[in-house]
């Protein structure tokens, strides 16, 4: 039973560049969450998604972020024109409708250089 | 506004003893609360979790307790193994709303 997928686990680009993170759910689960942990903090939420809806995206920065979950196909994060505050550890997340809990993937480590 | 705190950064406890891990939070309207442990350079692994209708839950080495009235969760390991050294993240969710708001976590670390 595969958990959350995540890829690329690392992933290093120039300012200035687009970075895409991949994710892909738990089997069975419809719901799809982002977070970003900048170092010595916390998760910070980002997105939430069901397939082909944003459900709630108060946590995305109001420019070069967006996010996605298609019909077919894992959920991307997207960042256009990084920068180096977009460094991070980036999480997604899975669950059921009628989960109370939501089960994280291992990351995506982003460095802007 | 850091509405889940987790005020202690670092702990360090001897294997065989209890662990307790403390969290507080300010938004009353938080009906759920769950525990994350967290190694390095990999994702949050659940731990277990409480709904606000409960004062406390139990599962294996690891307990939860809520105290509503002062706003203030504890994760309880006992007894404390040296797998048990990780970041441990408390978060929790609003009534309604799927989000999670995690603390700033505590690294436990046991001694053995």
């Known amino acids: 039973n595969a958990g959350v997928m995540q890829n690329p686990r690392h992933l290093v680009r120039r300012r200035g560049q687009e970075a895409r993170l991949r994710c892909s759910p738990m089997k069975g689960h419809s719901h799809v969450y982002w977070y970003r942990q900048l170092p010595e903090e916390g998760l910070k939420f980002m997105v939430y998604?069901?397939?082909?809806?944003?459900?709630?995206e108060s946590g995305m920065p109001k420019e070069r972020f967006s996010a996605e979950f298609p019909k077919e196909g894992p959920s991307i994060l997207r960042i256009q024109q990084v920068v180096r505050g977009d460094s991070a550890a980036y999480f997604c997340?899975?669950?059921?409708?009628?989960?109370?809990?939501?089960?994280f993937g291992p990351g995506t480590r982003l460095t802007v250089t | 506004d850091q509405q889940v705190k987790q005020n202690s950064p670092s702990l360090s406890v001897q294997e065989g003893r209890i662990s307790i891990l403390n969290c507080d939070y300010t938004n009353s309207m938080f009906d759920y609360f769950l525990w994350y442990k967290k190694y390095p350079a990999e994702g949050p692994t659940f731990l277990i979790s409480i709904s606000s209708i409960k004062d406390k839950n139990e599962d294996g080495r690891f307990t939860v307790f809520l105290n509503k009235s002062a706003k203030h969760l504890s994760l309880h390991i006992v007894p404390s193994q040296p797998g048990d050294s990780a970041v441990y993240f408390c978060?929790?969710?609003?009534?309604?709303?799927?989000?999670?708001?995690f603390g700033t976590g505590t690294r436990l670390t046991i001694i053995p």
């Open positions: 998604l069901q397939k082909e809806n944003i459900i709630d």
């Open positions: 997340a899975s669950s059921t409708r009628d989960s109370n809990e939501q089960y």
């Open positions: 978060a929790a969710r609003n009534f309604g709303n799927e989000k999670l708001t």
